[in-house]
């Protein structure tokens, strides 16, 4: 099943034209997107949401920029909306 987020759009989001670092860019989406679904409970596909695919490029432009995790970024107000109830 394809992913929420391919690699050509976050270089794309990025602004990264060359190929040297596809593999450090398709590390970061994986990533970003297990934040993600462990944050809403849900496996995410290419048709999810538009804020829960603009987390998960965020994401990964705060980890490319800085070259750190991003654990301190706050994604609440994109996954907010899609998270499951916990009992």
């Known amino acids: 099943m394809a992913q929420p987020v391919t690699a050509a759009e976050?270089?794309?989001?990025?602004?990264?034209?060359?190929?040297?670092?596809?593999?450090?860019?398709?590390?970061?989406?994986?990533?970003a997107q297990a934040r993600v679904e462990a944050e809403v409970g849900l496996s995410l596909t290419s048709t999810a949401p538009?804020?829960?695919?603009?987390a998960i490029l965020m994401l990964v432009l705060?980890?490319?920029?800085?070259g750190e995790a991003a654990a301190d970024?706050?994604?609440?107000?994109w996954t907010a909306p899609y998270r499951t109830v916990r009992l």
């Open 10 to 31: 976050a270089k794309l989001f990025l602004r990264v034209e060359h190929e040297a670092e596809d593999g450090l860019i398709q590390t970061l989406i994986e990533a």
């Open 50 to 54: 538009a804020g829960l695919r603009l």
């Open 62 to 66: 705060r980890a490319y920029e800085r």
């Open 73 to 77: 970024l706050s994604i609440d107000e």
